[in-house]
């Protein structure tokens, strides 16, 4: 009751709660895409592709038919599509990813399925190398 109060509150004020995890609980199913500014757990169904600037969970019973774009995902479900995530994916033992992945840092736990194509890159080893090359030829 009380954590009502305070979102009633915060809506009448216009504000909003950014630490809070929308989730897609089980038994719903959502079509169409989404983009968020917080955090994002799917346990349900998402047919369309997700765009967050937090972290993605997907649970073991979620399932994602689309592409996800975020900064930090856990993947425990069925996700068809293409994973871009900018730091840390992390790849859990019930998962099954059918996709291309496109991430800074990869962790795979035994047991994890990943059928696709992977490209690792790190930013700041691009950045330091850029400017050494800048350094040789001035």
């Known amino acids: 009751m009380f954590r009502n109060f305070i979102n009633k509150e915060m809506a009448k004020n216009g504000e909003f709660d950014t630490n809070t995890i929308t989730t897609i609980s089980i038994g719903t199913i959502v079509k169409g895409d989404i983009s968020t500014e917080g ?64 991430t800074n840092k990869l962790s795979i736990e035994s047991g994890a399925s990943f059928n696709g194509n992977c490209s690792m890159s790190n930013k700041d080893s691009k950045a330091s190398n850029g400017n050494k090359q800048n350094q040789k030829e001035s």
Request: proline fraction near 0%; charge should be positive.
């Open 39 to 102: 955090d994002f757990r799917i346990v349900g169904k998402l047919i369309g592709s997700i765009r967050s600037t937090g972290k993605v969970v997907v649970g073991q019973n979620g399932v994602v038919e689309g592409d996800i774009f975020c900064q930090n995902a856990d993947l425990s479900g069925t996700i068809k599509g293409n994973v871009e995530v900018e730091n840390l994916l992390l790849l859990k033992t019930s998962v099954n990813l059918t996709g291309n992945i496109k």
